[in-house]
Structures are given as C-alpha cells and as structure tokens.
C-alpha cells in the first residue's frame, strides 16, 4: 500500500524542490496565480504557493502513512459486537 500511494507523495515532493526554487521562479515556471487569469479567482506568489504545495504533499503523505492503521481501527470498530 505505502509504495503504491505514499511513495508517489515523495516522489512529487523531490520533483517539487528540484525543479522549482521557493524564492526564485524560473522564467515561464513561476507557480504564482494571478486573480482574473485562466478562471482564477485567486491571486498567490510563486513563493506562497509553492509552500502550499509543498505543504499539501507534505500532509497527504502523513495521511497516506497512518492510512492502514486508520483502516484498521475503523474496521475492528465495525466489527465489535460490543459497541
């Protein structure tokens, strides 16, 4: 389970800070978004935005690690006939 979802987290997340500097975007790879631009209604740096990024793999791989513990507690919970 852990390498057919949580090693790809990683994967994107060394591709993330290989590719793209927090600070400094490459010309014609800035991950800014601009409000009113291509349908979007927001407007965030390139900065601010990688670390959203950045931070969103970051919390779906703690997700996906502790997702077979999760699995199991809920199904032994279903299946207690005490509760």
Request: charged content about 30%; proline content about 4%.
């Amino acid at each position: 389970f852990l390498r057919a979802s949580r090693d790809p987290a990683d994967q994107m997340l060394k591709w993330l800070r290989e590719s793209f500097s927090p600070e400094r975007p490459e010309a014609g790879f800035s991950l800014a978004i601009d409000a009113g631009k291509g349908g979007a209604r927001l407007t965030h740096s390139h900065t601010r935005q990688y670390r959203f990024v950045e931070q969103s793999l970051m919390l779906w791989r703690e997700i996906l690690t502790h997702m077979f513990r999760l699995w199991t507690l809920t199904d032994g919970d279903l299946l207690d006939t005490d509760h």
